[in-house]
């Protein structure tokens, strides 16, 4: 009876669910979103970046930006903070992954403390180390005049090369717990047989770290140095609420000067054009952590 | 026993024959009868008016401007007003955006200097305000200017902060000195009242981090030598009137600032009595007695310490939107704020000690109100000078241009630096930007 009751449309819907159409169908509401919430502000995005100050549309956003010298800062900045805290940020936190993996009484505890800097708001964070650097009252100053070198008070967040190393420093004490913990958790999946086979090799520690635990962990890194670039290009709340950019445009980073062009200074084709040089850093980031990945796996 | 259709609805829903869909539609309006504030019943028969304001975040001022509102709406029954808005940090750029987008969505615009400017010049929404001066018989201040336009006001203070130099008196007579006079005087009476690190002799803000804060302060010092900050579109950050005003700033800085200390901890010193002076506006004097009450009795003001005595006086008018479907409405409950007594209480419970007009030639309250305040005396001496003034073309990029003048400055509190360096500097840049204004 039921087979007598098939219509032609209700062959043409079970086709179309059970065959190829199906994963489509499937993916098509999360599409759907990534449309409206990323590729949609994407073009916006870029479509701003044309938009001259009298409204018209053109290039002439990017011709300003190629010929303005605070451009040119801005990018420099940018790439001595995104390279400073990639590397430190991940050489601390492997340092910590590996001292974690050790098995020691009360390592649990350890862990766990570790983990906080990550998880205290950026905005706390901030503020806490906006008073401990104060050139007068700071503590930070009150360390360093311990040491027999340091005289004067150091004005951290007014000079321009320690207002940069302030921020580096800060990023990478926020940002390391979360690198530790992915790093010790790809360390806790080395396969002890293989120190094992080192050992017997006669590699000591230094050679069993770079023999077996680094390329191990390799694919893990590479993903972290992507994840950690495209965290600090993308950082601001620190930063502006450490330094607000300055001194001197020292530590205008990428995303303060896209926030500063776009919602202080209204210039929102200009932030447009400073966007998509952002979003083009970024793609580039990903596609050369992609592949890297390639060439890593056909080599292995 | 009339019923209002709310209330029709309501006894509605008790209707045993009522479907599920009707159950709930009629569940929901109880719902929401139960929810919303009794004001909103009148919503229905009155005209909403929006005012699109920030003080509906500020604590300490959200009391005062909401009992004008209940003022407002129960002195009349054709307009109800609401707020609308966003916190002072985000406000003047939504407010912009929807300029720019075509119109603001509110009937009252309550504005920053700067942003008052743009939506009278540059985007055209504001009404003239004329008639109700006139039917008020009131005469605005002198910081009203920037908001004439071919001869018509478009704005009427609802706030006004002017700058002045505010001090203790305690530190003063502890150190044998009086409030300076002039620029050098300045210097040297900021020197005798500085013994780092217990005592500084000024608080100015210093860092960038809190830029907003010391543009603010710092868009005075092109005034102590009489200059400006720009002319038209052509800035004027290197001339040896504005480069003299911040060598001031400098040498000011250089004797008795707590330097690199964020501003919220320069406050807390002045308020634990740690600092002797401060350039600020009268709002200061509100900050630090709620920071610390005992040090209140101790504060006076003195008027800017040079010749002319001008400093930037900050009115952050009421403007009616001539885009406004209410528009009479509009221009009442503007009429209404400005009436002396409704002001009068206003200034009261706000602390606002900076009239719009002669408020206390009009008001015996307000008179009473300014007598037992001696702290008061150095803003009324200050001449009001406003930002746009000031700013030329500029002060629609004045954000920007502070950035600017800021981060370049900056080099010249570098070991070495000097001003002039760093304003020409800055005046590139400034040149730069013009082109693009």
């Not at chain 2, 109700?132 to 478009?154: M, N, R, W």
Request: hydrophobic fraction near 50%.
């Amino acid at each position: 009876m039921s087979v007598a009751t098939i219509s032609p449309a209700d062959t043409s819907r079970r086709s179309l669910v059970d065959g190829k159409a199906l994963p489509y169908l499937l993916i098509l509401p999360a599409l759907a979103l990534e449309c409206v919430f990323i590729l949609y502000p994407i073009v916006r995005g870029s479509l701003f970046s044309l938009e001259g100050p009298a409204g018209d549309l053109g290039l002439d956003n990017f011709r300003f930006m190629v010929a303005d010298p605070a451009f040119w800062q801005m990018l420099k900045a940018t790439f001595i903070y995104v390279l400073f805290v990639d590397v430190i940020i991940l050489l601390v936190a492997l340092a910590v992954a590996l001292l974690m993996n050790w098995s020691f009484r009360g390592r649990g505890v350890v862990r766990s403390i570790l983990t906080v800097p990550w998880a205290i708001p950026d905005v706390p964070v901030a503020i806490t180390f906006v008073l401990m650097l104060d050139p007068t009252f700071g503590v930070f100053n009150r360390l360093a005049r311990l040491l027999p070198w340091v005289g004067d008070n150091q004005q951290w967040l007014l000079d321009p090369t320690l207002a940069m190393a302030t921020i580096i420093i800060v990023t990478v004490w926020k940002g390391f717990p979360f690198y530790s913990l992915v790093l010790l958790a790809a360390l806790q999946n080395v396969s002890d047989e293989l120190y094992d086979a080192a050992r017997v090799d006669g590699a000591g520690p230094i050679g069993q770290f770079f023999h077996v635990t680094l390329p191990d962990i390799r694919d893990t890194i590479a993903l972290l140095a992507v994840l950690a670039f495209i965290f600090s290009t993308q950082q601001f709340t620190l930063i502006w609420l450490i330094t607000g950019g300055g001194p001197v445009d020292a530590t205008t980073t990428l995303a303060v000067a896209i926030y500063l062009q776009a919602f202080r200074f209204y210039n929102f084709g200009y932030a447009g054009a400073f966007a998509v040089i952002g979003f083009l850093i970024s793609a580039l980031a990903t596609i050369a952590f992609v592949i890297i990945q390639r060439r890593l796996a056909r080599e292995e | 026993m009339p019923k209002s259709s709310r209330g029709d609805r309501g006894i509605a829903v008790f209707n045993p024959s009522l479907s599920r869909r009707g159950f709930m539609a009629g569940a929901a309006v109880l719902g929401a009868t139960a929810i919303v504030p009794s004001r909103r019943v009148f919503a229905q028969d009155r005209a909403v008016l929006k005012v699109m304001s920030w003080e509906q975040f500020q604590p300490g001022e959200k009391e005062g401007w909401n009992a004008l509102f209940d003022k407002f709406n129960r002195s009349q029954s054709k307009y109800l007003v609401e707020w609308t808005g966003w916190p002072a940090s985000q406000f003047a750029s939504n407010v912009v955006i929807q300029a720019q987008a075509g119109g603001i969505d509110a009937d009252v615009l309550m504005a920053m200097p700067d942003l008052a400017a743009q939506t009278i010049r540059k985007f055209k929404l504001a009404e003239p305000l004329d008639p109700i001066v006139a039917e008020l018989g009131i005469t605005p201040s002198g910081g009203h200017e920037f908001l004439k336009q071919d001869g018509k006001l478009y704005g009427l203070s609802a706030i006004d902060v002017n700058f002045a130099l505010v001090y203790n008196k305690k530190l003063f007579a502890d150190a044998g000195v009086k409030p300076a006079t002039s620029a050098d005087e300045w210097v040297e009476t900021t020197a005798k009242l500085t013994k780092r690190p217990e005592q500084f002799g000024i608080a100015l803000t210093n860092t960038i981090a809190d830029g907003g804060e010391w543009w603010f302060q710092l868009q005075n010092f092109c005034l102590p030598f009489d200059g400006k900050w720009a002319e038209g579109k052509t800035p004027l950050a290197n001339s040896p009137e504005t480069v003299k005003g911040l060598e001031l700033w400098k040498a000011l800085y250089e004797a008795g600032v707590p330097q690199g200390t964020a501003q919220g901890a320069i406050m807390k010193l002045a308020a634990d009595g740690r600092v002797a002076q401060a350039f600020g506006v009268n709002p200061t004097v509100v900050v630090l007695r709620a920071t610390n009450p005992d040090i209140y009795p101790n504060l006076l003001s003195a008027a800017p310490p040079w010749a002319s005595k001008r400093s930037l006086d900050r009115i952050h008018p009421l403007i009616a939107l001539n885009s406004s479907k209410n528009l009479d409405g509009a221009m009442e409950f503007i009429k209404f704020a400005m009436s002396p007594d409704v002001m009068a209480d206003l200034m009261e419970t706000n602390l606002y000690v900076i009239p719009p007009y002669d408020l206390a030639a009009k008001s015996e309250k307000f008179k009473t109100f300014l007598a037992d305040k001696p702290w008061v005396t150095g803003y009324n001496e200050a001449k009001q000078v406003s930002p746009i003034d000031v700013m030329g073309d500029f002060a629609y990029v004045d954000d920007q241009f502070g950035r600017i003048i800021m981060q370049n400055f900056q080099r010249a509190l570098q070991p070495g630096g000097t001003v002039k360096d760093a304003m020409d500097a800055a005046q590139k840049q400034l040149e730069a930007l013009a082109a693009r204004i």
